[in-house]
Nanobody
């Protein structure tokens, strides 16, 4: 089992940057594939990016490609999301999630961190 705690959200102007962090408890962080999701007001939760257990494979939704970078430091049990060139439409609560196994299902979720981008 793993517990996830996000941090790094805040208010930023359009064009600015933020780096989100997701600290994981436990000694098995390196065995989990990880992802960032987001949920804007009145909208369904949306997948943003994912990374495999060793950080060698990454995937992004088209709307963040070239602007966001997902990474992880298994020695620090931490997942990151570097967000550059932020847009007002990036405003949402951002969640990190963890999963194991072939199902691809995310079994563990953090509490979320608010990102607000002003125009």
């Amino acid at each position: 089992q793993v517990q996830l705690v996000e941090s790094g959200g805040g208010l930023v102007q359009a064009g600015g940057s933020l780096r989100l962090s997701c600290a994981a408890s436990g000694r098995t962080f390196s065995t989990y594939f990880m992802a960032w999701f987001r949920q804007a007001p009145g909208k369904e939760r949306e997948f943003v990016a994912r990374i495999n257990s060793i950080g060698s494979v990454k995937y992004y939704i088209d709307s963040v490609k070239g602007r966001f970078t997902i990474s992880r430091d298994n020695a620090k049990n931490t997942l990151y999301l570097q967000m550059n060139s932020l847009k007002p439409e990036d405003t949402a609560v951002y969640y990190c999630a963890a999963g194991q196994g072939a199902s691809g299902k995310y079994n563990y979720w953090g509490q979320g961190t608010q990102v607000t981008v002003s125009s």
